[in-house]
C-alpha cells in the first residue's frame, strides 16, 4: 500500500499575503519604489539641531512704574506668583522683581498642549485683575517656544565704527535676513540702538507751572495718528488722519506742553532734547584666536589685521535668526548666510568684519548625516553576521527587509510631520 501523502496547513493571513507578493511580478517593482520613497523622505525631510518637543513657557511682565523693587515684590510678585502656580499643568514658576515691574517665568509641564496652556494662563491673568494694586499698568504675556532659538547669529565688528553705528546696520541686516522664506524671530545682541532722549530742566519746569508727568502724557497723546473720518471729492476719498509720529529731535522739540499766560510752552523751553544712542544695555566685543572663525566669504581666513601689535578686538554686534516649526534648518540657516553674503559691499561696508557665529544648520546636517551612516553601519553588520551565522540566503533576505523597512519609516514620519534631529 502506498502511504498517504501528508496534508498541508493551510497559510494563516500572514502566509496568503506572503505568498501573494512571492508569485507576484510587481514585487520587485514595489520593492524598488519603497526604495525611492525612502531616498526621497532621506532628502526631503526637514532637519534639525533640536528635538521638536513641546515645552510650555510665557514671560508675564506686569508694569508698575514708580514702584521700588520691595513694593513690587510685595504688592505684585507673590500674589501673582501664587495664583498662577494654581494653573493646572505648571510646573515651575520664576519671578524677577525690579523697579518699575516684574517678570514672571511660566512654564508647563513637558508635552502639554501649547494652545491650552497659553489659554489657561490668559484666563488666570483676566480673573485676577483686582490683584493690581493702584499705579500698576496691563500685562503683557509673551510665549516662548524651543523654536525660539536662533539657528543663525551674525556677528557684525569693525575697528572703525562703534555700537551706535553697527546697531544701525545690523538693523538693516536683520530687516533682510527676515525676508528669507522659513524665518521666524530675530533679535540684535549689543551695540546702542537710536533713543530721542528728554533731559528735563527742574527750575524751568517750575516756573511753567508744569510737572514730569504733564510732560510725559503730553509726548504720549502726540505720538500717535488717528484716522478721524474721510470725505468725498471728484469721485475720489479721501482719508483724513490727525496726529503724526514724533521721527526727529525737531518733532519732540516742536510739541506744546502746556500754556502760561496765554502764551504756548514748548518743550525746548522746559528740557534738552537730544538724539543719539542710547545708553548700553548689552556688550558684545569680536576678537580672533588661535584658530580662527569661519567667515561667511570662502576667502582665506585672517588672524590678524595689520601690525602683529594692532589690537585683536573690536567693537560688535550680533544679529540672531531663528526658524518657524517644522522648517529645515539646514537649508534655512543656508538662505540666510547667502543672503548677508550678497549684502557685503552694497549695505554692509568693507571694513566691516561679518562672521557667522553660530550655524545649527551645518551642525544638524553633520548629525543627520552621522545618523543615516550609523544605520547602513548597522545594517550591514547584521547581514554580515547573518550570512556567517546562518548562510547566504538569510543574509540575503535581511539585506533588502531592513532597507525596504527603513525606507518606509522614513517616509512615514515625513508624512506625519515629523523632523530628523
Not at 74 to 96: C, N, W
Amino acid at each position: 500500500m502506498t502511504p498517504n501523502p501528508p496534508r498541508l496547513t493551510p497559510y494563516g493571513l500572514s502566509g496568503r499575503i506572503a505568498a501573494l507578493f512571492i508569485g507576484s511580478k510587481l514585487t520587485p517593482l514595489i520593492m524598488l519604489g519603497a526604495l525611492l520613497l525612502g531616498l526621497f523622505a532621506i532628502v526631503a525631510t526637514p532637519r534639525e539641531e533640536e528635538p521638536q518637543i513641546i515645552v510650555p513657557m510665557a514671560d508675564v511682565w506686569l508694569p508698575f512704574p514708580g514702584a521700588s523693587a520691595k513694593i513690587v515684590e510685595e504688592q505684585l510678585t507673590k500674589p501673582f506668583e501664587r495664583k498662577l502656580s494654581e494653573i493646572k499643568g505648571v510646573e515651575y514658576v520664576y519671578s524677577i522683581s525690579r523697579p518699575g515691574g516684574a517678570l514672571i517665568i511660566v512654564r508647563f509641564y513637558v508635552g502639554q498642549p501649547m494652545e491650552q496652556s497659553l489659554v489657561d494662563l490668559y484666563d488666570k491673568l483676566m480673573s485676577n485683575q483686582d490683584l493690581l494694586p493702584p499705579g500698576a499698568e496691563p500685562f503683557l504675556v509673551k510665549p516662548k517656544d524651543v523654536n525660539d532659538v536662533p539657528i543663525v547669529t551674525v556677528t557684525l565688528s569693525s575697528q572703525r565704527y562703534g555700537g551706535f553705528q553697527l546697531h544701525q546696520l545690523a538693523e538693516q541686516v536683520l530687516e533682510e535676513a527676515k525676508k528669507v522664506a522659513g524665518t521666524s524671530a530675530g533679535f540684535i545682541v549689543g551695540g546702542q540702538p537710536r533713543e530721542l532722549r528728554i533731559q528735563i530742566d527742574p527750575t524751568r519746569l517750575k516756573a511753567y507751572g508744569l510737572t514730569p508727568l504733564q510732560i510725559a502724557g503730553v509726548i504720549r497723546s502726540e505720538n500717535r495718528a488717528l484716522q478721524t473720518g474721510r470725505f468725498e471729492s471728484r469721485n475720489q476719498s479721501y482719508l483724513v488722519e490727525t496726529g503724526r509720529f514724533i521721527r526727529s529731535r525737531e518733532d519732540l522739540e516742536g510739541l506744546v506742553v502746556g500754556v502760561n499766560e496765554q502764551r504756548p510752552v514748548y518743550l525746548r523751553q522746559v528740557a534738552e532734547v537730544s538724539d543719539g544712542p542710547r545708553e548700553a544695555r548689552s556688550y558684545a566685543w569680536f576678537g580672533l584666536g588661535v584658530g580662527g572663525a569661519r567667515e561667511t566669504s570662502n576667502e582665506k581666513r585672517e588672524t590678524q589685521e595689520g601690525s602683529r601689535d594692532a589690537p585683536r578686538e573690536s567693537p560688535a554686534v550680533t544679529v540672531a535668526i531663528a526658524k518657524q516649526a517644522g522648517t529645515n534648518a539646514v537649508t534655512v540657516a543656508q538662505e540666510v548666510i547667502r543672503k548677508v553674503e550678497s549684502m557685503k559691499g552694497v549695505t554692509i561696508p568693507s571694513d566691516v568684519r561679518v562672521t557667522v557665529t553660530r550655524d545649527y544648520g551645518e551642525t544638524a546636517q553633520e548629525k543627520a548625516n552621522e545618523l543615516l551612516w550609523h544605520l547602513l553601519i548597522a545594517v550591514v553588520a547584521v547581514v554580515v553576521f547573518l550570512g556567517v551565522a546562518l548562510g547566504p540566503r538569510p543574509a540575503i533576505v535581511v539585506s533588502i527587509a531592513i532597507p525596504l523597512t527603513l525606507a518606509l519609516t522614513l517616509f512615514t514620519s515625513m508624512l506625519i510631520g515629523y523632523t530628523i534631529n
